[in-house]
C-alpha cells in the first residue's frame, strides 16, 4: 500500500528543525522564509556540552530542540499537537494515521539510522518532515544538504525514532494547525527579538549564551590535550558546525537574515545596525570552523589558540548585538 500527501510542498532549508516545521506550515498555507522561521522561533544560542558519555564535546549554536517549533507556533497564534511514547507500534500508528488523513507530520530522530545519511553519527536530535510512507519505505523531506525529498526504510525510521541518549525524545512527533487566531508579523517579529536577546543576555550556566562562547576559548584547549583523536574530533566538529547547523555560521548567517528581512519590514534602525554586526560575527564562525580544519590536519595547537583568540572576540561581539537588540 501506498499512501502520499497529495500536491506536498517543499520546503527548501538548510536547517533540520525549521526545515521540517516549515514544511509543515507550507501545507496550511503559512510560508516564510527559513531565516524567518528561524528568528520567529526565537532561535539564536549557543551551548558548550561535554559529557564522559559523549565521545567528544558537543557545540552547539541554537537554543534547545523542540523550543523552536514551540516558539513559532506560540508567535504566530497556531496550534501544535506533540506527541511521544515509549510504544514503537503506537508511534507509528500516530504517524500513519496523520498520513491517512492528508496531515503532514514532523518527527525527532536518530539521523544515524537514516539510510541517505552518508556521515554516520548519532546525533537524537535531527528532525524530518514525513509526507508519505508504502510498503517498505518512509518518504521525508530532509535539510537541502541531505538531499530535500528523500526516503529511508521503515525499520531503518523506527530504529531512529526509537533511539535513546542525549537529545533524545522517545517517538517524538508533531503536527501545526491553524487557530481562529490571526497573528501580526510585526508585532510578532519585536517581540521575538526581544526573548532571544534576553534569553541570549541572561544564561542559566556559563556554558551558554555567550558566557558560553567565552567558556569554550579555554575549554577547546583542554579538549585538544586531552583527545586521543584530534583528528576525528576536530574535523567531525568543523563539519557539524559549518554545514550540519550546530555550532557555526549556519546559525548566525540565518539570524543575519532574519534581521535584513525585519528590517526591510519595520525600518527599525537597531536591527539594521545589528545585521550588520551579525554580517561580521558569522565571518568569524565560519573562521573558528576552517581552523578547527586546519587543527585536524596537521594537529597543530597553534590553530586551537587562533580559534580561542576569536571565540573571545565572538563572545563580546555577540553580547552587544543582543544588547543592542533588547533596547529596541
Not at 147 to 155: E, F, N, P, S
Not at 166 to 195: C, F, G, H, P, Q
Request: charged residues 25%; aromatic residues 10%; proline residues 2%.
Amino acid at each position: 500500500m501506498t499512501n502520499i500527501i497529495k500536491d506536498f510542498k517543499l520546503f527548501i532549508g538548510q536547517h533540520c528543525e525549521t526545515t521540517a516545521t516549515g514544511s509543515l506550515l507550507n501545507q496550511i498555507g503559512m510560508e516564510f522564509s527559513e531565516p524567518m522561521l528561524f528568528g520567529l522561533g526565537e532561535g539564536l544560542g549557543f551551548i558548550f556540552w561535554n559529557m564522559k558519555i559523549m565521545d567528544f564535546p558537543f557545540i552547539g549554536g541554537r537554543i534547545k530542540p523542540d523550543i523552536l517549533t514551540q516558539n513559532i507556533t506560540k508567535n504566530l497564534n497556531l496550534k501544535l499537537e506533540v506527541n511521544e511514547t515509549s510504544s514503537v507500534k503506537k508511534a507509528w500508528e500516530i504517524v500513519k494515521n496523520n498520513i491517512d488523513n492528508n496531515i503532514a507530520t514532523a518527527l525527532k530522530l536518530d539521523c544515524y539510522y537514516l539510510d541517505y545519511f552518508t556521515n554516520k553519527i548519532h546525533f537524537a536530535g535531527h528532525y524530518v518532515a514525513m509526507y508519505g510512507y508504502d510498503d517498505k519505505f518512509a518518504y521525508l523531506i530532509d535539510t537541502k544538504q541531505q538531499g530535500g525529498k528523500v526516503k529511508t526504510a521503515l525499520k531503518n525510521l523506527e530504529l531512529a525514532r526509537n533511539e535513546k541518549g542525549s537529545m533524545s525524545s522517545r517517538n517524538l512527533s508533531y503536527t501545526i494547525s491553524n487557530t481562529k487566531k490571526n497573528y501580526d508579523l510585526k508585532k510578532a517579529i519585536v517581540i521575538a527579538i526581544k526573548n532571544n536577546a534576553k534569553d541570549y543576555l541572561n544564561p542559566p550556566i556559563k556554558n551558554i549564551g555567550y558566557k558560553g562562547v567565552l567558556k569554550t576559548s579555554e575549554e577547546i584547549k583542554k579538549w585538544f590535550k586531552n583527545t586521543k583523536d584530534i583528528e576525528g574530533d576536530f574535523k567531525t566538529t568543523a563539519m557539524l558546525m559549518e554545514k550540519a547547523g550546530t555550532g557555526g555560521a549556519l546559525f548566525r548567517n540565518l539570524y543575519r537574515d532574519f534581521l535584513k528581512e525585519s528590517y526591510n519590514l519595520l525600518k527599525i534602525e537597531k536591527i539594521k545596525e545589528a545585521h550588520k554586526m551579525f554580517s561580521e560575527i558569522a565571518i568569524l564562525w565560519t573562521r573558528v570552523s576552517s581552523l578547527f580544519e586546519k587543527t585536524a590536519e596537521t594537529k597543530n595547537i597553534k590553530y586551537i589558540n587562533k580559534a580561542s583568540e576569536i571565540l573571545i572576540d565572538l563572545a563580546k561581539k555577540e553580547k552587544t548585538a543582543m544588547e543592542l537588540l533588547l533596547k529596541m
